[in-house]
Structure formats: C-alpha cells, structure tokens
C-alpha cells in the first residue's frame, strides 16, 4: 500500500514480499513510487476476490475514512468479471468511490466497461446542465466549463459538482445548490481583492476544489468542500 501526505492511499501490491520482487525486477528507477502497481494488469486471484468481497462487508462497520479506503481498495481487487459490482459502485452517492471505478474501468477497457463509462458521463453531463439551467432561472449567471463544472459570477465561483451529484436524487437538491450558491457568491464578493479561498490554480485536491480555467490574476473561490456548513441533513 501506498500512503501519500495529502492524498488518499493506493493499494499496490499483495504483499511485502511481492513489493521486494518488483524492487528488485525494476529496471532502473529514480523513485520507489514510480513502481507499476501490481493490479495494473486485469488478472486477478482467488484471494484478491474474496478480499474485495470481505473488504465491501467489513466497510459497513468502519468509520467514514476507513470505510471509504475500504471500498476503493475493494474496487481495486475486483476483476473484469465483477462489473454488476463495481456498477453498483459507480450509481453510489459517493465521489471518491466513483472515482475508483471510473479508473477501473478505464484499466478494463471492454466494450461493456465502456458501455458504463459513456452512461454514466451522460448522467452526470446532464445533472450539470439541469443544474445550470435552476441556477439561472434563479437569477444566477452560469457557465458550463468543460461539460462538467459550472462556474458562476461575478466571483468567479467554481462548483464541485461531484460533490452535489452525491445528492442527485435527494428532491431538496437544487434548493440546497441554488441556497449555497448565493451565500458562495455573496462571500466572493465580500472577500477582499487578490484574496482566493484556495491555491492560484485550484488545484488543491484536499479541499475538493475543480481547475475554474480562469485568467491569472483572478481571484475566486471554490465551493462544494464538505463541512458540517454544508451537508445535507
């Protein structure tokens, strides 16, 4: 397993001793991550299936990072032959899950794990373009930005989506989008100029923040992190 200072952890190979092995078999290499994951390839064992299935059980009664690492390295063990799984995974309302099976399927690459992919882009495609159109009947100014973020001004503010597609078959969610947008923009416009709420390139992936693809120079902030402020109860 892999642990990063400010990312979620990977699950990389089965063991110590086939982690020694691939250190040793490496050709030459600068850094120790630089390592291909062991399940980079699609063959999987026995074992890694009955992992992955007891992994899924046990997340149940693990708290919400545990729980969430528990799934991911599930998804990783899964095989080719596990898609109804990781679908099931994938409709979840939870985007560091999705994230995982999106990549898994995209190592799987069959046309049945393309068939998922596709839908799944169209949904969540089209819960962006839903939403853009209630924020402007709002009264608010939208603008969808590579198909899967809306940015809103002036601000500029740039939503995390993912985190509100969570929520998508909640019947309070566009209130609750169009509610936090207007207090994001207000706050935007209070903040001081020059001032941003996260890094200049809004890539801070700790504070679930999206690229705003803005001029340099602008100041803005991201919404759509997870805080007590936010959640749905």
Same mark, same amino acid.
């Given at each position: 397993?892999?642990?990063?200072?400010?990312?979620?952890?990977?699950?990389?190979?089965?063991?110590?001793?086939?982690?020694?092995?691939?250190?040793?078999?490496?050709?030459?290499?600068?850094?120790?991550?630089?390592?291909?994951?062991?399940?980079?390839?699609?063959?999987?064992?026995?074992?890694?299936?009955?992992?992955?299935?007891?992994?899924?059980?046990?997340?149940?009664?693990?708290?919400?990072?545990?729980?969430?690492?528990?799934?991911?390295?599930?998804?990783?063990?899964?095989?080719?032959?596990?898609? @109804? =799984?990781? &679908?099931?995974? /994938?409709?979840?309302? #939870?985007?560091? +899950?999705?994230?995982? %099976? $999106?990549?898994?399927?995209?190592?799987?690459?069959? @046309? =049945?794990? &393309?068939?998922? /992919?596709?839908?799944? #882009?169209?949904? +969540?495609?089209?819960? %962006? $373009?839903?939403?853009?159109?209630?924020?402007?009947?709002?009264?608010?100014?939208?603008?969808?930005?590579?198909?899967?973020?809306?940015?809103?001004?002036?601000?500029?503010?740039?939503?995390?989506?993912?985190?509100?597609?969570?929520?998508?078959?909640?019947?309070?969610?566009?209130?609750?989008?169009?509610?936090?947008?207007?207090?994001?923009?207000?706050?935007?416009?209070?903040?001081?100029?020059?001032?941003?709420?996260?890094?200049?390139?809004?890539?801070?992936?700790?504070?679930?923040?999206?690229?705003?693809?803005?001029?340099?120079?602008?100041?803005?902030?991201?919404?759509?992190?997870?805080?007590?402020?936010?959640?749905?109860?």
């Amino acid at each position: 397993m892999r642990v990063y200072h400010d990312d979620s952890a990977e699950l990389k190979f089965r063991s110590t001793l086939s982690f020694l092995k691939a250190l040793k078999d490496a050709a030459e290499i600068e850094y120790i991550d630089e390592l291909e994951s062991e399940f980079a390839a699609q063959e999987r064992t026995e074992n890694d299936i009955n992992n992955a299935k007891h992994l899924i059980t046990l997340a149940k009664t693990l708290a919400r990072v545990e729980h969430t690492d528990a799934v991911r390295f599930a998804v990783t063990l899964f095989s080719t032959a596990h898609l @109804p =799984e990781l &679908k099931q995974i /994938l409709d979840s309302e #939870n985007s560091y +899950y999705r994230e995982a %099976v $999106i990549t898994a399927l995209q190592n799987i690459g069959t @046309p =049945e794990a &393309k068939r998922l /992919l596709f839908e799944h #882009n169209n949904e +969540y495609k089209r819960f %962006v $373009i839903r939403c853009s159109d209630q924020l402007y009947s709002a009264g608010l100014q939208t603008t969808i930005v590579d198909e899967t973020k809306i940015r809103l001004d002036p601000g500029p503010v740039s939503l995390n989506m993912q985190i509100f597609f969570d929520k998508r078959d909640d019947p309070n969610i566009i209130a609750f989008l169009i509610e936090r947008a207007k207090v994001f923009l207000e706050s935007a416009q209070k903040r001081k100029p020059g001032t941003t709420r996260t890094n200049p390139d809004c890539s801070d992936r700790r504070n679930h923040t999206i690229p705003c693809d803005r001029p340099r120079g602008l100041r803005s902030i991201d919404v759509g992190w997870r805080s007590p402020a936010l959640s749905m109860r």
